[in-house]
């Protein structure tokens, strides 16, 4: 039999994240668990020895360094090594966000073995869940936010490749867009927009063109300037504060990208359009970006 130390807590299903057990366990030569399922996700990483895991089919041998995922409803097994056994972490943990967070640290039934060398903030972590244990509001917050470190951890050590599925692609894509949409205020460039998805800029630069038609460099300014767009009509601000509130620095260089998109500099954009077309006017350029942007979408999703 296995010396385990472990924890079970009840949970919230409705919770974003939880963790739902946790524990540290030195097995003896050849303690194994299952053929069974789990009826959550569950991270084991091995802190020292060795041993072997399988699911969907495939047996991965394991040592110190690396982990392995089990999956909700998928028959997994795992067995210590006979000469070598190993010494495990692992964390059970659930929610409504679980699976996306998974699949994001590119986790699957497929791929479901990580490498870390972060052996000794691993094992921190999960006995400071286990140190509070109690149902108590600050323990159940310090244990999920523990849950969320103890994730970061190990996509820290996990290496993000372009996935040649377009589903995985198109995903780069939308978390790029998300981020512009919340950042085109700030000065951001799009070496910070490739870091932020954890890319390389050329692979993003291609993602772009293969899925909206244009570069990221060309949607961030052409979002920039539909928001100065909004400004101009509807507010009284100078120039140059739409120019700081759109992400540009210099005046000059927003009147530049301003003129190459509307064809008139903001100021002469500001006087062309009567009063009572305003509010249209306002939202000529967002609807031209969006419908090029839908159009682009559909087009590199036909299956012909």
Same mark, same amino acid.
């Given at each position: 039999?296995?010396? *385990?130390?472990?924890?079970?807590? %009840?949970?919230?299903?409705? @919770? ?10 030195? !097995?003896?030569? =050849?303690? &194994? ?11 084991? $990483? ?20 690396? =982990? ?9 097994? $795992? ?12 964390? =059970? ?9 998974? #699949? ?12 870390? !060398?972060?052996?000794?903030?691993? $094992? ?6 286990? @140190? ?19 994730? #970061?951890?190990?996509? &820290?050590?996990? &290496?993000? !490749?372009?996935? #040649? ?10 978390? *790029?867009? *998300? ?20 890319? %390389?800029? #050329? ?16 949607? +961030? ?45 903001? &100021?002469?954009?500001?006087?062309? +359009? ?6 249209? *006017? ?21 299956? %012909?």
């Amino acid at each position: 039999m296995e010396k *385990a130390y472990k924890l079970l807590f %009840n949970t919230e299903e409705s @919770d974003d994240l939880y963790v739902y057990c946790c524990g540290l366990s030195k !097995t003896l030569p =050849g303690h &194994s668990f299952g053929p069974a399922l789990k009826p959550h996700f569950m991270i084991h $990483y091995c802190l020292s020895g060795k041993g072997k895991f399988q699911i969907g089919g495939k047996t991965y041998p394991l040592k110190e360094g690396y =982990g392995f995922l089990i999956v909700p409803d998928e028959l997994a097994y $795992y067995v210590s090594d006979e000469k070598d056994p190993w010494t495990y972490a692992w964390v =059970g943990f659930g929610g409504k966000r679980a699976e996306a967070i998974v #699949s994001q640290l590119g986790l699957s039934v497929n791929q479901p073995v990580f490498k870390s !060398t972060a052996s000794k903030d691993i $094992y921190d972590l999960v006995k400071d869940m286990m @140190d509070h244990n109690t149902f108590s509001v600050e323990d159940v917050l310090r244990r999920n936010g523990l849950l969320s470190m103890f994730l #970061s951890v190990i996509a &820290s050590g996990i &290496s993000v !490749t372009a996935k #040649s599925d377009s589903g995985s692609a198109n995903d780069y894509v939308t978390k *790029a867009q *998300a981020y512009i949409r919340s950042n085109y205020c700030n000065p951001i460039k799009v070496s910070d927009i490739a870091n932020y998805v954890c890319i %390389n800029r #050329s692979y993003l630069y291609t993602l772009f063109e293969k899925s909206l038609g244009i570069s990221p460099q060309q949607y +961030l300014t052409s979002y920039r300037i539909a928001k100065a767009v909004e400004l101009l009509q509807l507010t009284k601000l100078p120039i140059e504060s739409i120019a700081i509130s759109c992400g540009y620095s210099d005046p000059l260089v927003f009147s530049k990208a301003f003129r190459q998109e509307k064809k008139l500099s903001p &100021s002469q954009y500001r006087k062309s +359009l009567p009063k009572s077309d305003t509010q249209a *006017a306002n939202k000529e350029h967002l609807l031209q970006v969006e419908k090029l942007i839908e159009e682009r979408h559909l087009e590199s999703n036909d299956p %012909n």
